[in-house]
C-alpha cells in the first residue's frame, strides 16, 4: 500500500475527558488511509505557516470507509495545541498511511491488547478490527491512565463485547495501579493454564518498557507499538531511530516501525 | 505567458534545467519521494552525505522543531560509498536530473578517498564536498572554518575528482568570503551556501537538551535571512564563484531572493519533510513570479539585487549638527 499526501477536511472534533480530542477527518476522494490497518499512522500539519513546520504522526483509530478516518490525541506541545482548536471545515493536510502494522490475529493465540493513555488508538483500532472480523472474543484490553477521566471511549469496548480490564495510578477506575499491574497476573494466569497469549502494547516509552520486561521474563511473544519524534514520517530525516539489537544498532520508527518486536528493541 | 520562461541555469560548468535542487539529508537518495512527486521534475538532486564506510548515527532524541526552524543532529548516517554506488546511485542516474554526491570524511585522507571511489561511478554531475556538518565529532571543525586547511583539502579532492567539485560552506565563520574565496582557489566549481547553523534548544520538564548531542545543525525559514546574507557576500566578493543558494527555502519567492542576492541554483531541503512535493511546487511558484515580475528567464534574475538610492548627503546631514 503506498502512502499518498491529500487534503482533509475536519468533520467533527470531540472533545473527551482527560482533555483528550478525537478529530473526524474526511477526503473529498477515496484516500490509502482506508487500507489501513491498527499500528500504522499518519502525519498531519494544518495551516501553521512559517513558524511551525513539521507535520504531527498520529496512530490511525479508525478509518470507516473509503474516504475518512479519525485520529485520538491530547494536546502536549505546540502543534497539538493547534489541533486541539480545530473546527469542522478547517483542512488539514495528511500524509498517509505509513508504518508497519501490528500483526494480524493467529488462530489459537489470544492477543492481550495494552494500552496506556495516549496509546489507545492502535490497540482501540485493533479491537474494532476484531469485532468486525467476529474475533471480539479473541483479543482483551488492558487499558491504563492517570484516572478515571483518563480513560476514554470504554463505551466502544463495551458494545463490541471487548472484556477491557482498567487500571488507574488514583485507583477511580480499576485496579489502583500502573496498567502492568492488571496485565501480570494474566500473564501469570496463561502460563499456569498454559494458553498461549500475545501482547500487542502502546503507551509512553516507560510503560512499554515495563510491558517489555515483563513479556521477556516470561518468553511471551509481544509487539511495542513506538513513538519518536520525526519530521517527515516516510524515512527521510533520520530523526526517529529505534536503538535494536542486530545487524545495526538502530532502525527507524517511521518505516521499520512503529511497531516492533518486543525482543528487538535496545532498552535497558 | 510563463510557458515560455526559460529556467534553464547553470551551476559553473554543471548544466541545470532548472534552479531547484533538493538539498543533501533531506531527501535521502530520492526514492522515498517517487510515491508522492514527479522527480524528473526537479532541477537535481544532493544525496545524502556519502563517507567512505557505512555510518550508523547519533543517539536519540536526534531533531526537535523550534520556531520556524528545526534542530538536528542526526550524526550524518549513510550506506557508504560502496553501497551508494551500487544500490542507490541506478535509480538517482535513470531519473535525468542533475546528480550532486554529497561526500565528507572523517579526515584528510577518507575526503580524499571518498572523493577518488566516488569517481567510479556512472552519472554523477558533481560532488558536493561537506565541509560542514556540525554533527561529527572528529576533527571536522577545521576543514570548514579555516581558510588553509579548506584549501588543501579542497585541492586535494579537486585532484582525484572526475566530476566538478561544489564545496558546501558552513556559516558558522566570522569571515564566509574567506573560506568561499580559499576554496575558489583550490579548483572549486562553486560553493553552497549554507549549511545548518549551530543551535540548542531545552525541554525544561526534563532539565535536558532538546537533541542527544546537546547542539545541533539549525534549519528552515528561521535561517534564511542569514543564508541571503552570505549569499549576497560571497556574490559581491567573488563574482566568478557559481553559488548554490539554500536555508529556508519554501516558496517561489524565497527561491527568487536567494537568486537576485547572486546564487545560480537553489536547494531545498527542510521543507520536504512536510511536503515531498515542496521542490516542484516552488518551481511552479517560481515560473510563475518570474513572469509577473516580467523576467524572460532564471538567468536574468541571478543577481538582480539592485541597491538602494543614496540619499544626497545635504539631506542626511543633521540641520542641528551645527558647524
Not at chain 2, 133 to 154: Q, Y
Not at chain 2, 289 to 303: C, D, E, H, K, Y
Request: with cysteine; glycine share 12%; proline share 6%.
Amino acid at each position: 500500500m503506498t502512502a499518498a499526501q491529500f487534503e482533509v477536511r475536519v468533520e467533527a472534533n470531540r472533545r473527551l475527558s482527560g482533555g483528550y480530542f478525537l478529530l473526524e477527518l474526511a477526503a473529498a476522494a477515496p484516500t490509502p488511509v482506508a487500507d489501513a490497518v491498527p499500528g500504522q499512522f499518519v502525519m498531519l500539519r494544518g495551516e501553521w505557516g512559517r513558524e511551525l513546520l513539521n507535520p504531527r504522526a498520529f496512530s490511525i483509530l479508525d478509518a470507516p470507509d473509503a474516504t475518512r478516518f479519525s485520529i485520538l490525541a491530547k494536546a502536549y506541545g505546540e502543534g497539538t495545541r493547534r489541533l486541539k482548536r480545530v473546527e469542522p471545515g478547517d483542512r488539514l493536510v495528511t500524509t498517509g498511511p505509513l508504518g508497519a502494522a501490528f500483526p494480524r490475529p493467529v488462530a489459537g493465540v489470544r492477543d492481550l491488547l495494552v494500552a496506556g493513555g495516549v496509546g489507545l488508538p492502535p490497540l482501540h483500532f485493533y479491537a474494532r478490527m476484531a469485532q468486525r472480523a467476529g474475533l471480539s472474543g479473541h483479543v482483551e484490553m488492558y487499558y491504563g491512565g492517570r484516572d478515571r477521566d483518563d480513560l476514554v471511549l470504554l463505551d466502544d469496548l463495551a458494545a463490541w463485547g471487548v472484556a477491557a480490564n482498567l487500571a488507574t495510578e488514583d485507583g477511580s477506575a480499576g485496579v489502583r495501579g500502573y496498567v502492568t499491574a492488571a496485565l501480570s497476573p494474566r500473564l501469570d494466569a496463561a502460563a499456569r493454564s498454559g494458553e498461549v497469549v500475545r501482547v500487542l502494547a502502546c503507551g509512553p516509552t516507560p510503560m512499554l518498557a515495563a510491558v517489555r520486561r515483563l513479556v521477556l521474563e516470561r518468553g511471551v511473544q509481544a509487539y511495542l507499538c513506538l513513538e519518536e519524534n520525526m519530521a517527515c514520517g516516510f524515512g527521510v530525516c533520520l530523526g526517529c531511530a529505534v536503538p535494536v539489537y542486530g545487524a545495526k544498532p538502530y532502525r527507524y520508527c517511521c518505516t521499520d516501525g512503529p511497531v516492533f518486536d518486543a525482543r528487538e528493541v535496545r532498552w535497558p | 505567458m510563463t510557458e515560455g520562461i526559460d529556467l534553464t541555469t547553470s551551476c559553473g560548468p554543471i548544466a541545470l534545467r532548472t534552479p531547484i535542487l533538493a538539498a543533501s539529508g533531506c531527501f535521502a537518495y530520492g526514492q522515498q519521494f517517487a510515491a508522492f512527486t514527479d522527480l524528473r521534475a526537479l532541477g537535481g538532486i544532493s544525496t545524502k552525505g556519502i563517507s567512505p564506510l557505512p555510518r550508523f548515527g547519533n543517539p536519540l532524541p536526534r531533531i526537535c522543531e523550534t520556531t520556524g526552524g528545526m534542530l538536528n543532529s542526526i550524526g550524518l548516517e549513510n550506506v557508504g560509498v560502496e553501497a551508494f554506488l551500487r544500490d542507490k546511485l541506478p535509480f538517482l542516474r535513470d531519473l535525468g536530473v542533475s546528480v550532486w554526491v554529497n561526500f565528507f570524511g572523517v579526515d584528510f585522507e577518507t575526503y580524499v578517498d571518498c572523493a577518488r571511489k566516488l569517481g567510479e561511478g556512472q552519472g554523477i554531475d558533481a560532488l558536493e564536498m561537506n565541509i560542514s556538518c556540525p554533527n561529527i565529532k572528529k576533527g571536522g571543525i577545521e576543514f570548514g572554518t579555516v581558510p588553509e586547511v579548506a584549501h588543501r583539502l579542497t585541492r586535494a579532492c579537486v585532484e582525484v575528482s572526475r566530476v566538478p567539485i561544489i564545496v558546501k560552506l558552513s556559516p558558522n565563520v566570522s569571515d564566509i568570503v574567506a573560506m568561499a574565496d580559499a576554496v575558489q582557489k583550490a579548483g572549486a566549481a562553486g560553493v553552497s551556501l549554507i549549511n545548518t547553523i549551530t543551535g540548542m534548544a531545552i525541554d525544561v520538564r526534563t532539565r535536558r537538551p532538546k537533541i542527544a548531542t546537546t547542539y545541533g545543525g539549525l534549519s528552515g525559514p528561521a535561517i534564511k535571512p542569514i543564508a541571503l546574507r552570505m549569499v549576497h557576500q560571497v556574490a559581491r566578493a567573488l563574482p566568478d564563484l557559481p553559488i548554490c543558494g539554500m536555508g529556508g527555502i519554501l516558496s517561489g519567492e524565497d527561491a527568487l531572493e536567494f537568486l537576485m542576492a547572486g546564487a545560480h541554483c537553489v536547494q531545498i531541503g527542510t521543507a520536504n519533510f512536510a511536503e515531498p512535493g515542496a521542490c516542484v511546487r516552488v518551481t511552479e511558484e517560481l515560473r510563475a513570479l518570474l513572469g509577473t515580475l516580467r523576467f524572460p528567464s532564471v538567468r536574468a534574475a541571478i543577481g538582480s539585487l539592485e541597491a538602494h538610492a543614496a540619499e544626497p548627503e545635504h539631506l542626511v546631514e543633521s540641520p542641528w549638527s551645527g558647524g
